[in-house]
Each structure stands twice: as C-alpha cells, then as structure tokens.
C-alpha cells in the first residue's frame, strides 16, 4: 500500500479530513506539508490505503481537497 498526502485549503479541514478518514476504516494523521509543495495552508491529512476512495469520502463529507500526492516515510 501507499501513502498519501492529502493538501486542504485550511487546518481545520485537515482535521475535519483526519476525522473522517479515521471514522471510515483509515489511519490517519495531520502532518505540515513544507517541503511536499506549496498547495493549501501548510498542513495536510497523511494516509495510507486507497486515494480515490478517500477522497471521494472527503468531498462528500465537504472536505476542500486541493491536492493528493503520494510520499514516501
């Protein structure tokens, strides 16, 4: 499996990300973003499992995705 990098327009939809993730059967994480691209507020949601389910789970639940990267830890 991968990890991913999921940039929000803001912290608290970083938070409101982690959330749902974690309520839907992911581990996730907030992790600060510099250094990963300069999309979004610096922080972002750090996940491993499948990116389009995730995101397809964020955008329903409001979550403003602005980029998934994958990444490597």
């Known amino acids: 499996m991968h990890k991913y990098l999921i940039s929000t327009g803001t ?3 970083a938070i409101k990300g982690r959330d749902v993730l ?3 059967g992911y581990k996730a994480e907030i992790k600060r ?3 990963l691209g ?3 507020c610096g ?3 750090a ?3 499948d990116s389009k389910k995730a995101e397809e ?10 980029e998934i990267k994958q ?3």
């Open 11 to 13: 912290v608290t939809y």
């Open 22 to 24: 974690r309520r839907n």
């Open 47 to 49: 996940f491993v499992g």
């Open 57 to 66: 789970l964020l955008r329903f639940a409001g979550v403003k995705v602005l």
């Open 38 to 40: 300069r999309i979004g």
């Open 43 to 45: 922080y972002g949601v």
């Open 71 to 73: 990444i490597n830890e």
């Open 33 to 35: 973003s510099v250094g």
